[in-house]
Structure formats: structure tokens, C-alpha cells
């Protein structure tokens, strides 16, 4: 599958911004998507992911302020962020794996083996 992101940008803090993932390849239900970020000089880290275009599953740091869907007819994830922060700067990337049962969330950047190409976010205070 292949993955483009974008809709990052420049926002003052408090403000919002909708980042979008374009899949090709394989239709998305079939895969969990997930939305990763990666600030200067840090890891990688999970931020939200979405299963079946109805289960998902945040880190608590975004909970209450950033939301995840996907349109499986566009086959698009989105991810909704809102009273953004100057700590949610980063370059966001989304990615993929295949699904195949179970219940166990993926949050390490090592088990997607799809990625994006980034968009980056810049939160200003």
C-alpha cells in the first residue's frame, strides 16, 4: 500500500489543523492506520491509530483534542487536531499494517511496515 500525507502547516497554539492520508494499493479496511510524529532531535512516537474505520486508540496526550477516522470509499485517514500546542510540533506521518484479528493495539514505529512521506506541523506560541 501506498501512502501520501498532507495538511500540515503553520498554527498558532489553541488553533486546528486536519492532516489527511491518501492510500492507494489496498482498500484500508484491512489495515490498521495509524498517525505517528516525530519532533527534532526525538523518537518516533504513536499518536492515534484506527481499525475498521471504527475502533480507535489514542495516546493520552492527544485525548480530548485530537480525533482519527477514515473514509473507506475515499480511502483516507484523517486526523483531526485541535487546541493544538507548541509540543505538538513535529513532522506527522501516517502508516500502515496489515490487520489480521486480535484485539492488541500496535504503537512501535518497528511493527508498520508502510509509512507516508510526512507532513509537517508547526504549532506557534
Known amino acids: 500500500v501506498q501512502l501520501q500525507a498532507s495538511g500540515g502547516g503553520l498554527v498558532q497554539a489553541g488553533g486546528s489543523l486536519r492532516l489527511s492520508c491518501a492510500a492507494s494499493?489496498?482498500?484500508?479496511?484491512?489495515?490498521?492506520m495509524a498517525w505517528f510524529r516525530q519532533a527534532p532531535g526525538a523518537e518516533r512516537e504513536f499518536v492515534a491509530a484506527?481499525?475498521?474505520?471504527?475502533?480507535?486508540y489514542n495516546v493520552d496526550s492527544v485525548k480530548g483534542r485530537f480525533t482519527i477516522s477514515s473514509n473507506n470509499a475515499k480511502n483516507t485517514v484523517s486526523l483531526h487536531m485541535n487546541s493544538l500546542k507548541p509540543e505538538d510540533t513535529a513532522v506527522y506521518y501516517c502508516?500502515?499494517?496489515?490487520?489480521?484479528?486480535?484485539?492488541?493495539?500496535?504503537?512501535?514505529?518497528?511493527?508498520?511496515?508502510?509509512w507516508g512521506q510526512g507532513t509537517l506541523v508547526t504549532v506557534s506560541s
Open positions: 484506527i481499525r475498521s474505520s471504527d475502533r480507535t
Open positions: 494499493g489496498r482498500t484500508l479496511s484491512s489495515y490498521d
Open positions: 502508516a500502515a499494517r496489515a490487520f489480521f484479528g486480535g484485539s492488541r493495539w500496535y504503537t512501535g514505529a518497528d511493527e508498520y511496515g508502510y
